[in-house]
T-cell receptor
Framework: DVKVTQSSRYLVKRTGEKVFLECVQD?????MFWYRQDPGLGLRLIYF???????EKGDIPEGYSVSREKKERFSLILESASTNQTSMYLC??????????????FGDGTRLSIL | DQQVKQNSPSLSVQEGRISILNCDYT??????FLWYKKYPAEGPTFLIS?????DKNEDGRFTVFLNKSAKHLSLHIVPSQPGDSAVYFC???????????FGAGTRLFVKA
């Protein structure tokens, strides 16, 4: 069974702190994604990666960076946390789309509160 | 600019009846559409998908209909069960694209 694991379910940090959110997948997927979910806004893509050390900005990358040193691990970094980054963060992975229509698989999310 | 829109934030249905969740999209390049279901404190789970070469796809109680000319898709759940109560996200992709675009979600309540 596919598995995407996010390191923390709940996290509370202070304004200005550097925050690391970790995600690991065991499906040997090429693609990994970070989203945030906010009420009324759905899932918005922050960053994604299609290979080790490769990264692409999503729709809302400001204030975030990512790291992908190994295929199975994708980290989201809040460089200097702010209160407007309080949200549910969701990691997902998916196979390289060679024409086969295949869905992404999500982790259970990290609810991050910035005080 | 929302490319995938779910205009109903919530829907309430009696157990045993049909639930119909709607979704509209604006990008005619989308050729693959998905529905995800999300319970509180869990990540979204894939439910059903449809390719743009089809207009209907069924999987048990779940059927997705696609109307390309209207840029509209819908998810039908028959019969609805209390365990179906969740947030449902509509999503869309285009061939060769990495990104999946999600709608804002519709919260479904199925009353026993």
């Amino acid at each position: 069974d596919v598995k995407v694991t996010q390191s923390s379910r709940y996290l509370v940090k202070r304004t200005g702190e550097k925050v690391f959110l970790e995600c690991v997948q065991d499906m040997d997927h090429e693609n990994m994604f970070w989203y945030r979910q906010d009420p009324g806004l759905g899932l918005r893509l922050i960053y994604f990666s299609y290979d080790v050390k490769m990264k692409e900005k999503g729709d809302i990358p400001e204030g975030y960076s990512v790291s992908r040193e190994k295929k199975e691990r994708f980290s989201l970094i809040l460089e200097s946390a702010s209160t407007n980054q309080t949200s549910m963060y969701l990691c997902a992975s998916g196979p390289w789309d060679t024409g086969k229509k295949l869905p992404q698989h999500f982790g259970d999310g990290t609810r991050l509160s910035i005080l | 600019d929302q490319q995938v829109k779910q205009n109903s934030p919530s829907l309430s249905v009696q157990e045993g009846r049909i639930s119909i969740l709607n979704c509209d999209y604006t990008n005619s390049m989308f050729d693959y559409f998905l529905w995800y279901k999300k319970y509180p404190a869990e990540g979204p789970t894939f439910l059903i998908s449809i390719s743009s070469i089809k207009d209907k796809n069924e999987d048990g109680r779940f059927t997705v209909f696609l109307n390309k000319s209207a840029k509209h898709l819908s998810l039908h759940i028959v019969p609805s069960q209390p365990g179906d109560s969740a947030v449902y996200f509509c999503a869309a992709r285009r061939t060769g694209g990495f990104k999946t675009i999600f709608g804002a979600g519709t919260r479904l309540f199925v009353k026993a």
